[in-house]
């Protein structure tokens, strides 16, 4: 049991974090697949559902045992009192039997309630735990280009809403269907021994009551995954909202951007109420058929009493009527429950759809351990497509369409290089530091480190050896001292200042209220974009890897905060190989070799001066930058 929750069941509670089951061929097909699944992930903690299922018969026998009691009292005590057949000292022990077993029920029903909604919520409880951690996992480990297609509204509704929606079929199943299971299954059983030939009568409604109800959870069903799909919606407009909000004021578009919302909430609504209409006339329907059966039932039994048929007598009638009345509760939230089921069922396909995804590249059978880079770093005839990299799957992003990202790409980055990528938009710069960094392996070609190609080694041992500092630079809300040593959390404080002042961030730091301890605000909003940078760059010189990027990192920094980076990178030439993507002159010019590339390929190499003489692109390049910047200081 874990230790946090020690106090809370005697059940032993497995690791929540153990993998999920994946979907198995075989499972029933549609609904029942993805319900059986949801409830699949609630069998490792099998002992608190054995309770569940146990504590619910208790609880059905209880109801039915005073049922039951009803025909003795009626033809063995009442009836022959009444036909004064039988004296009270001779009804006495009968009496005090049925006394007995009534008190039992009335002291075993609380308990059986208690205990069997506990272990209920207990083990939903857990399913939402263990489905949490694995949506999270997830997150952390599918490849870069699921992100780069997909949506944070999207992600973040079946995270949270949607997850929420499927787990919520776990309550359901073992807090209401499976109690309404036993007490229908338990009353069916006390039905046919009472009299089959009334059961096969109230059985008789049991095929056009299913006809209109499978018509209707269809329905249900499909507007319900529909609905979920317009939350996702509904997220990504607000997140944009308050992405934008600065932009939005400014060009004053709040009615423009709340017309949109209000649209999207609009279909929302519709949809949910379709959802809602569905289940309401499914409830109806039952409202409606129920009543009907019971009278024609207990008109039939009536008859079937005065006439001496069948053997009923009163007391059995009566019970039966009573069994009936028990069931109709259960049949009742069984109908209830099915379109609430439904319900997730539509969550939990678009939650599967997220612990389904593909994680990144798996090592090779024989992967090797990267221990540093001490020769070079070859790109050997690599290309990259990013449709060929989704196996087949269309596309979004008009990378994929008409030419590889990357085409033919050789290039040799000796050990302790500064190398910088520049090029015009959409030339393949940073989808290049990519392959670099791993975030995707080349469709044709290979990358070697120091001869190794870089599917042989340890994906967990190359990425030991590289560190990334982009445009926008991230912090935790932790400490600066928390942010600088995150991809080296056991290193010293003395490290951590050794890294701040390589990075010129010591100075700024120590100016702080709080010095290092500092809490850098939620995504560092409490440091100014220059100090976030360079806390990045003091994270990344710490992470003391062999292979640093930066990716357009000195972009939307001030001329000073721009040198102060410079400085951090000069410092580090010759002890990192460094691969710049940039277009600012005064950020690439002191680079060893400058890579230009152009609509995927390597159009020219060489240092500042040489491709400045050239006249090519690069000279293009500098030059309609120099324009500009003449431009704006004019």
């Not at 400014?250 to 423009?256: E, I, K, N, S, T």
């Not at 990013?386 to 033919?408: F, N």
């Not at 001030?558 to 002159?585: K, N, P, S, W, Y």
Request: hydrophobic fraction near 45%; charged fraction near 20%; aromatic fraction near 8%.
């Amino acid at each position: 049991m874990n230790q946090d929750d020690s106090h809370l069941t005697p059940v032993p509670a497995p690791d929540p974090a153990a993998p999920l089951p994946t979907d198995k061929a075989g499972a029933p097909p549609g609904a029942l697949r993805d319900i059986a699944r949801l409830l699949g992930l609630s069998l490792r903690y099998w002992e608190s559902l054995v309770a569940v299922i146990l504590l619910g018969f208790v609880l059905a026998a209880t109801r039915y045992v005073r049922g039951w009691l009803i025909q003795p009292l009626l033809d063995d005590v009442a009836l022959p009192l009444t036909a004064q057949g039988l004296d009270w000292e001779a009804a006495s022990p009968l009496l005090s039997d049925i006394g007995l077993i009534l008190a039992a029920t009335f002291i075993l029903s609380p308990f059986a309630v208690l205990g069997r909604g506990y272990f209920a919520e207990w083990s939903a409880a857990r399913v939402r735990q263990r489905v949490d951690i694995a949506v999270a996992k997830k997150f952390l480990h599918v490849p870069l280009k699921v992100f780069r297609d997909g949506s944070s509204g999207d992600f973040m509704s079946r995270a949270m809403a949607d997850a929420q929606i499927a787990c919520q079929a776990v309550t359901l199943v073992y807090k209401d269907v499976l109690i309404n299971a036993q007490m229908l299954v338990g009353g069916v059983a006390m039905m046919v021994w009472l009299s089959w030939e009334l059961t096969i009568l109230a059985m008789l409604a049991v095929p056009p009551f299913s006809a209109i109800l499978n018509h209707f959870m269809t329905r249900l069903l499909k507007n319900a995954t529909r609905r979920q799909e317009t939350q996702a919606d509904l997220s990504d407009r607000l997140i944009a909202i308050l992405s934008g909000i600065k932009v939005i004021k400014v060009f004053r578009g709040q009615a423009v951007e709340q017309s949109a919302f209000n649209g999207e909430a609009g279909k929302y609504f519709r949809r949910h109420m379709k959802v809602m209409k569905n289940a309401a006339i499914a409830k109806a329907a039952s409202e409606a058929m129920y009543p009907i059966v019971g009278v024609a039932v207990m008109g039939f039994g009536g008859y079937a009493v005065v006439s001496d048929l069948f053997g009923l007598t009163l007391g059995k009638l009566t019970t039966f009527g009573y069994t009936l009345t028990i069931i109709y509760k259960p049949v009742k939230s069984l109908t209830l429950s099915v379109p609430r089921m439904l319900e997730s069922v539509g969550s939990a396909r678009r939650l599967f759809e997220i612990l389904d995804l593909g994680e990144e590249i798996a090592d090779r059978p024989n992967a090797g351990d990267m221990t540093g880079l001490t020769r070079d770093i070859r790109f050997r005839g690599v290309s990259f497509d990013y449709h060929a990299a989704r196996r087949g799957k269309p596309g979004q992003s008009d990378e994929v369409l008409g030419r590889p990202v990357l085409d033919g790409i050789d290039l040799h980055v000796q050990a302790g290089e500064v190398i910088a990528v520049v090029g015009r938009t959409g030339a393949g710069k940073s989808t290049l530091v990519e392959l670099v960094l791993r975030f995707h392996d080349p469709t044709k070609g290979s990358i070697e480190v120091d001869g190794i190609d870089l599917r042989d080694l340890k994906r967990t041992s190359f990425l030991d050896n590289v560190a990334l500092v982009t445009q926008e630079p991230f912090l935790f809300d932790e400490s600066i001292r928390e942010n600088i040593r995150y991809g080296r959390p056991e290193s010293s404080d003395e490290e951590v200042h050794a890294a701040a002042v390589a990075a010129s961030a010591d100075d700024f730091i120590t100016d702080l209220p709080e010095g290092y301890d500092t809490l850098a605000g939620e995504f560092g909003l409490r440091l100014s974009g220059g100090q976030r940078q360079r806390i990045t760059i003091a994270r990344a010189i710490l992470a003391n890897a062999s292979i640093l990027v930066f990716d357009e990192a000195t972009s939307a920094l001030d001329a000073q905060t721009e040198r102060a980076v410079q400085e951090a990178i000069e410092g580090l030439r010759g002890q990192r190989t460094i691969f710049l993507v940039a277009h600012r002159l005064s950020t690439i010019e002191r680079a060893d070799r400058i890579v230009v590339l152009d609509q995927g390929r390597i159009a020219e190499t060489g240092d500042h001066a040489f491709l400045v003489e050239k006249g090519g692109i690069y000279s293009q390049l500098i030059g309609a930058q120099s324009a500009q910047a003449s431009g704006t200081t004019g």
